[in-house]
């Protein structure tokens, strides 16, 4: 039986010691006061001896205090220990010298498949061994390491001061293997006597030179540590490259923005293929794009917009590239496509419905010419086998959908609650509307294909494909309708007001119930990833800070500023009291409205707005009538008493209903309520005395700034760690708005990048993004598709503030430009790219702005949302096309140029 000896290092403070846990019962299995203790040996050495008769093991080092309760586990997955050869099995003392993995460390961002399956990826080399001699047996050392930042054609070797080592340059150096890639290993045999003196380096396969060194001091490997054991595992960690923490470079476009020569009004899926190969031209390493999830709930340009998906998985089909479907050929005219083709790429913008309509007319043509055949192909039934449990629901609600003429499915009669028994028999072969139903059949297989088609093609040639993951569901989805316990159907998420928009976003998605979600683990989340992970590497979660807490508005409101954080410490009718502040549930939680505030606010029309919506109240004020009592109530009205000369009204009663001071907890009887965001701007707060003024202002500050912190970091810690754990997919947050003092540090912990936008500086103390404040674990960006891009932010944004960014932040004199020329533009981006993120990612847009050749003639069409005007038409398209931009290889070259001198190829 082996003994196996722990050795690591780490620097304990007062009442703390090392344990090694693992999945052996000599190790605790997981209990951490049953772990095997290690002794101190001085000068933070831990050391500490077992036998075991097992030929591996997992194991993982831990910090705990004198009670045996965790303070800090060592970062990353259980270490593996495995004998690997005969040689390795017969030796009866084993060493294990394991350094300590750190927490923060820049490197542990890499380990994910954006760059272990993308982005690097090494050919396999198997790790060498020295042969057995059988006149003398010597120790021998295994020297692994993990390493991810390998190219594909480079290799981790060892250099050092013994001969087996290469003499430091000498000779030549020990190869590594990479069997278990990132882990590198190799080993060689010992002569006792002196101590070794090593580095790691990387060796080109190709030209058969060492090319880069580790920075640093070499590492040691004292003689008496090695002599007394048969074998030495030597775990070292963190490779120091000289060329220091890596970077690259995006792009981002969505994808119906894609423009090429072949395309049908539309950019799809296949058209990906030639973003990819632009950005393996100019040495980017990723793509990104929006949301691509089916959004056909309207049958109009509605449904353009990318956040509000029918099902999580199913594909959008507008993305379907035609001419690739199988059939296409024989079935479709060619002249009528042709035709109908020039005529769709020659608009400027995209024309939701048209492309939509005629790609369904041509998709439903070749379903049914070819059906019989296509149902009965392996493909189809490999794709179906495992895409049945949502794909099934999927065209159950689609076809329902096209027979209501409605997404609603609160109006489908019987099946306004979902019944798998009647999908059965709907899916059945023998049901009249299976054609109907395999016709979604066939439109995602195709689009699946397709885009799967294209990951592959990316990864191939080393770009990341990176997805985007919308916070919330639409209110009428397959998720909505087949698994509502999942989802808080009677409120609304959104985000308070910001810059974007005075009265807030509400995005009318029903909040998660994550108390449901977690008791299968979280199973929805997993089987989104991953369907993701099939096509993307990357992934951007929109709005993160909903997975620490959403803004949710009652479902009786449509304007976003009346809604309140959840999970929230709400404040109760004691602590009113306790603060100073007298409870009057009327006067707090009910819309504040006088005589004056009428006149001010309808004119001439005050006194028809008393009549007709409203009735007198307490202390000569007014209250709604109880069919306007709502502003949902006062929207429904005015959707059916439209006509332009009442759009003021109902502008006007919705503002009255915002002058509310607190609003009242779901559920909580009168008990709990939160402050409303903004409330001191309102009528209703400057009519309270001075001092009760104060009152709410300090429990305002309390309520959003101080009390809900801890509440917020449980929250995310509750569930963000189990949807990492469910994916290897680098994962981006979208973490602006107004973000919470908890947000850094649980970003950080859990390896996640954030966003930095130049014109949204997170320091309280800067106007603009400064480096200082750019974390390395980021994606940072001039813009994104809810701002403007530069030149239309140049133009649309206040003199002074452009000003200030003119001779600050670009630090040029004299007066700012009314436009923003190229050079400047080329500054901003130079900027970004000179910024110490992870990752630079561009809007095509901006890119284009650097080329008087290549920029839209009018920085005002390239705005793909306005975050204030809902509902928006998603329709922005390139001006030119990609073969174009692809053929402009002068731009291409310089920009090439600007990633080099940056270092970010």
């Known amino acids: 039986m082996p003994k196996i000896t722990f050795k690591t290092n780490y620097h304990t403070q007062w009442g703390e010691r090392l344990v090694v846990t693992g999945n052996l019962a000599e190790l605790g299995k997981g209990d951490l006061s049953a772990a095997l203790k290690l002794s101190h040996k001085g000068d933070g050495n831990w050391e500490e001896s077992i036998e075991v008769d097992v030929p591996s093991f997992e194991y993982q080092y831990v910090l705990v205090n004198e009670e045996d309760q965790e303070l800090k586990r060592e970062w990353g997955d259980y270490r593996t220990f495995s004998l690997t050869n005969e040689q390795e099995e017969q030796s009866e003392n084993i060493a294990l010298k394991d350094a300590w993995r750190a927490k923060y460390h820049p490197e542990n961002a890499l380990y994910n498949s954006a760059f272990l399956k993308v982005i690097f990826h090494p050919k396999k080399y198997k790790s060498p061994f020295p042969k057995a001699k059988k006149s003398v047996a010597h120790p021998i050392i295994r020297f692994q390491i993990n390493v991810p930042r390998v190219e594909q054609h480079q290799r981790l070797c060892v250099l050092g001061n013994i001969p087996a080592l290469g003499n430091w340059g000498t000779g030549k150096p020990l190869l590594l293997g990479n069997e278990d890639y990132p882990l590198w290993s190799g080993s060689v045999s010992f002569v006792a006597g002196m101590n070794i003196e090593y580095k790691y380096g990387i060796y080109d396969t190709k030209t058969k030179e060492v090319v880069y060194w580790e920075d640093g001091e070499n590492r040691v490997l004292p003689s008496h540590q090695i002599k007394d054991h048969h074998l030495n595992i030597v775990y070292d960690h963190y490779f120091k490259h000289p060329k220091g923490d890596w970077k690259g470079t995006g792009m981002a476009i969505p994808v119906f923005s894609l423009r090429t020569k072949n395309g049908l009004g539309i950019g799809e899926f296949t058209d990906i293929k030639l973003f990819v190969d632009w950005a393996a031209q100019v040495g980017m390493k990723m793509a990104q794009i929006l949301p691509i999830n089916d959004t056909s709930a309207t049958g109009t340009w509605i449904d353009s917009y990318p956040y509000a998906a029918i099902s999580v998985f199913a594909l959008h089909p507008m993305y379907l590239n035609i001419e690739a479907i199988d059939g296409f050929k024989k079935v479709i005219d060619k002249k009528e496509y042709q035709d109908l083709q020039l005529q769709l790429n020659a608009l400027e913008t995209v024309d939701y419905e048209l492309v939509n309509q005629n790609k369904l007319r041509f998709a439903r043509q070749i379903f049914e010419a070819t059906k019989g055949k296509f149902l009965k192909s392996k493909a189809f039934k490999t794709f179906f086998e495992g895409s049945k449990h949502w794909l099934k629901s999927y065209a159950f609600f689609c076809v329902l959908r096209d027979q209501h003429g409605t997404a609603n499915f609160n109006e489908w009669g019987e099946n306004s609650t979902f019944s798998e028994e009647r999908m059965e028999q709907a899916c059945s072969e023998k ?426 003639p009018n920085p005002e069409k390239e705005r793909i949302n306005q975050p204030d005007v809902i509902p928006h038409y998603w329709r922005y398209r390139m001006h030119l096309t990609m073969e174009e931009l692809m053929e402009n290889k002068e731009f291409g070259e310089h920009f090439k140029g600007m990633l080099e001198r940056s270092g970010r190829i």
């Open 431 to 856: 049901s009249e509307s299976f054609d109907d139903i395999a016709f979604y059949y066939f439109l995602q297989f195709y689009l699946d294909k397709q885009l799967h088609e294209v990951s592959e093609y990316a990864r191939k040639h080393n770009i990341v494909l990176k997805g985007d993951i919308p916070i919330g569901i639409y209110r009428h989805s397959v998720d909505a309708w087949t698994q509502p316990h999942l989802y808080h159907m009677d409120a609304q998420a959104g985000a308070p007001p910001d810059q974007f928009s005075d009265e807030g976003q509400n995005w009318g998605f029903p909040t998660y119930n994550w108390n449901v979600m977690a008791r299968d683990g979280y199973a929805w989340w997993q089987n989104r990833l991953k369907i993701l992970s099939r096509y993307f590497d990357a992934f951007r979660i929109d709005h993160i800070l909903g997975f620490f807490r959403i803004w949710q508005v009652p479902y009786h409101s449509t304007q976003a500023k009346l809604g309140y954080f959840y999970p929230a410490i709400p404040v109760t009718v004691s602590e009113f009291y306790q603060r100073g502040i007298g409870f009057d549930y009327d006067r707090l939680c009910k819309p504040f409205i006088t005589h004056e505030h009428l006149l001010e606010l309808f004119g001439d029309q005050a006194d028809y707005v008393m009549h007709t919506f409203l009735q007198p109240s307490v202390g000569n004020r007014f209250a709604f009538q109880a069919d306007f009592d709502t502003q949902r109530k006062v929207d429904d009205y005015f959707k059916s008493n439209a006509n332009e000369g009442q759009i003021h009204l109902k502008h006007g009663l919705l503002k009255l209903h915002g002058e509310v001071l607190f609003i009242e907890e779901s559920g909580s009887e009168k008990q709990a309520f939160h402050p409303r965001f903004g409330l001191q701007n309102t009528r209703s707060f400057r009519y309270f005395p001075s001092h009760v003024q104060g009152n709410l202002q300090a429990l305002y500050q309390d309520y959003f700034f101080n009390r809900q912190e801890e509440l917020w970091t449980e929250s995310a810690m509750t569930k963000l760690p189990s949807i990492k754990a469910a994916t290897d997919m680098l994962i981006c947050a979208e973490d602006l708005g107004m973000i919470p003092a908890c947000v850094p540090q649980v970003l950080k912990d859990l390896d996640l990048l954030t966003l930095e936008i130049q014109s949204m500086s997170k320091n309280p103390n800067t106007e603009f993004l400064q480096a200082a404040d750019v974390p390395y674990l980021s994606v940072c960006s001039p813009s994104t598709h809810d701002s403007q891009p530069i030149r239309l932010w140049w133009k649309e944004s206040k003199r002074d503030y452009i000003q200030r960014f003119y001779n600050n932040e670009l630090q040029r004199s004299g007066q700012a430009p009314a436009t923003c020329s190229t050079d400047l533009s080329q500054q901003i981006v130079q900027q970004h790219l000179d910024f110490p993120s992870m990752w630079a990612v561009f809007p095509l847009s901006d890119l284009l702005g650097m080329s008087e050749e290549l920029q839209h």
